[in-house]
T-cell receptor
Framework: DSGVTQTPKHLITATGQRVTLRCSPR?????VYWYQQSLDQGLQFLIH???????AKGNILERFSAQQFPDLHSELNLSSLELGDSALYFC?????????????FGPGTRLTVL | GDSVTQMEGPVTLSEEAFLTINCTYT??????LFWYVQYPGEGLQLLLK?????DKGSNKGFEATYRKETTSFHLEKGSVQVSDSAVYFC??????????????FGAGTRLAVHP
């Protein structure tokens, strides 16, 4: 158990809908990262928050947004969903940052868009 | 931009065989290198890491050496077990290219070990 929790574990929804994925980092970790894992794109970095502030963006679509709250949990909002958004979404957390800082991954949320 | 290239899988081995999974990288700065493992139905777990050239990361019998001259970080294990069956991801983090240790992953290599 990494100490990172993600809810829900599975999510099935329809095209055009909006969903929210939630992540609670390990106790004391200030950084939260979101990644998307799909069969065609592999594991892709989406976005990074540090202590409530956005720090880096990767290949995140404009239909997607995220935020990190004062209690450090984070939410990833996906809207106007398309079939191609079906994927595993992972959240990871780390401490104070820096390239040697290990990232701890949650179990993921599997999103299926029908 | 930075990238990681892994050997394609699946890799199928018999128990107690020697394992090598190749990984090479391209980076702007001086990246840290990682191997993560994903067991079926689970998230990613850090297997080992190396933060500078010639460092050797090791864990659970797995080893990888950071080779700057060949930009490689190959994963090895002397004797695999059935329980090692999983998908292995090579990754890098480069503070000077995008910053704040986002991880850039390779495509992953599926390992299947048979008794």
């Amino acid at each position: 158990d990494s100490g990172v929790t993600q809810t829900p574990k599975h999510l099935i929804t329809a095209t055009g809908q909006r969903v929210t994925l939630r992540c609670s980092p390990r106790s004391g970790d200030l950084s939260v990262y979101w990644y998307q894992q799909s069969l065609d794109q592999g594991l892709q970095f989406l976005i990074h928050y540090y202590n409530g502030e956005e720090r880096a963006k990767g290949n995140i679509l404009e239909r997607f947004s995220a935020q990190q709250f004062p209690d450090l949990h984070s939410e990833l909002n996906l809207s106007s969903l398309e079939l191609g958004d079906s994927a595993l979404y992972f959240c990871a957390s780390s401490g104070t940052g820096g390239p040697t800082n290990e990232q701890f991954f949650g179990p993921g949320t599997r999103l299926t868009v029908l | 931009g930075d990238s990681v290239t892994q050997m394609e899988g699946p890799v199928t081995l018999s128990e107690e065989a020697f394992l090598t999974i190749n990984c090479t990288y391209t980076a702007t700065g001086y990246p840290s290198l990682f191997w993560y493992v994903q067991y079926p139905g689970e998230g990613l777990q850090l297997l080992l890491k190396a933060t500078k050239a010639d460092d050797k990361g090791s864990n659970k019998g797995f080893e990888a050496t950071y080779r700057k001259e060949t930009t490689s970080f190959h994963l090895e294990k002397g004797s695999v077990q059935v329980s090692d069956s999983a998908v292995y991801f090579c990754a890098l983090s480069d503070l000077f290219s995008g910053g704040y240790n986002k991880l850039i992953f390779g495509a992953g290599t599926r390992l299947a070990v048979h008794p």
